[in-house]
């Protein structure tokens, strides 16, 4: 097996549906009088609540990291069994993603909930839906959605709209500043599952981070799903100038002592593997910065 978890490999797949049911943009659909409704990044129509008074739960890591940033954290009332940054987070209650258990978020009242795309089934938010709760559903294709998801926080909440603001603004400017061009445009092949092969697709933020630091995806080709499987035939014909997400010494185990023609690959023959962390690889999330910086220094330092 590879070296991430079955709920992340679970996931990734369910994502890989779902998000093609994607329709972006967070805009303004009807002033009722219940209040505003608005659509989030599946078209869904989602009613607004009118402030922030009970509280919030993110339903993904990356999404409760970002609203960490901008939600006082005494109005985070929760995290998932996956979510541990920030370290405060962790003193939260825990409520289950996978299976989603809908008892404790009912019993939490929260005043909305939020999550990305391939996260929770559209069964489990049509059944919230049901108990009065709301879940906005953000869609990360692009770094620049990281930051549009943090402004759209603001939108719902008036009161924290000049701190959502800011802290969209702060995550622009740490992106800029690890923006990089290169001469040779190396290629690199995001490894998220070994046996069947599973890789970050081009239709995944990942092809938006590394083209920001000069790099590419050597997926060029758009799949049916974005964590596509990819055959050994398929990985000899891209021949990667890097690998992503998995050690050499992994690799020459679970891969080329098995398929030893791929040993070819100039990735395997010059060593150039490149291990970062797992959160940071996998989330779309306010640290993607940090991602970038170690994704420079192990390309070209």
């Not at 709760?133 to 959605?145: L, M, P, W």
């Not at 021949?239 to 185990?253: A, K, M, R, V």
């Not at 002592?257 to 040993?263: F, G, N, R, T, V």
Request: proline content about 6%; overall charge negative; some cysteine.
């Amino acid at each position: 097996m590879g070296k991430f978890s079955f709920n992340f490999l679970a996931n990734v797949l369910v994502r890989g549906i779902l998000i093609l049911l994607v329709i972006s943009g967070c805009k303004e659909s009807d002033q009722g009088s219940e209040g505003r409704v608005i659509r989030d990044d599946l078209g869904r129509e989602i009613s607004v609540p009118a402030g922030l008074d009970r509280g919030v739960i993110g339903l993904s890591p990356a999404v409760t990291e970002i609203l960490a940033g901008v939600v006082p954290s005494e109005m985070i009332l929760a995290r998932t069994q996956a979510c541990d940054y920030p370290s405060w987070i962790l003193e939260k209650p825990e409520v289950n993603s996978y299976p989603l258990d809908i008892e404790s978020i009912v019993a939490l009242s929260p005043d909305m909930l939020f999550s990305e795309v391939g996260i929770i089934p559209e069964d489990n938010l049509a059944k919230l839906r049901e108990f009065g709760i709301e879940t906005y559903v953000f869609s990360f294709e692009n770094v620049s959605d990281v930051s549009r998801a943090m402004v759209s926080v603001g939108e719902i909440f008036s009161e924290i709209q000049k701190d959502c603001q800011a802290s969209a603004d702060d995550f622009d400017e740490k992106i800029n500043r690890e923006k990089y061009e290169h001469d040779s445009v190396l290629s690199v092949f995001g490894m998220i599952w070994t046996d069947p092969v599973y890789a970050f697709g081009y239709n995944t933020i990942l092809s938006s981070e590394l083209k920001m630091i000069g790099a590419k995806n050597a997926i060029d080709s758009v799949f049916a799903v974005p964590y596509p499987e990819i055959s050994r035939e398929y990985i000899l014909k891209l021949d990667p100038d890097y690998f992503l997400g998995i050690s050499y010494d992994e690799f020459h185990e679970k891969m080329v002592l098995p398929y030893p023609e791929l040993s070819n690959l100039k990735a395997y023959r010059n060593s150039n593997f490149i291990v970062v962390d797992d959160d940071l690889l996998t989330r779309p999330s306010p640290r993607i910065p940090q991602l970038l910086s170690d994704l420079k220094e192990a390309l070209y330092e």
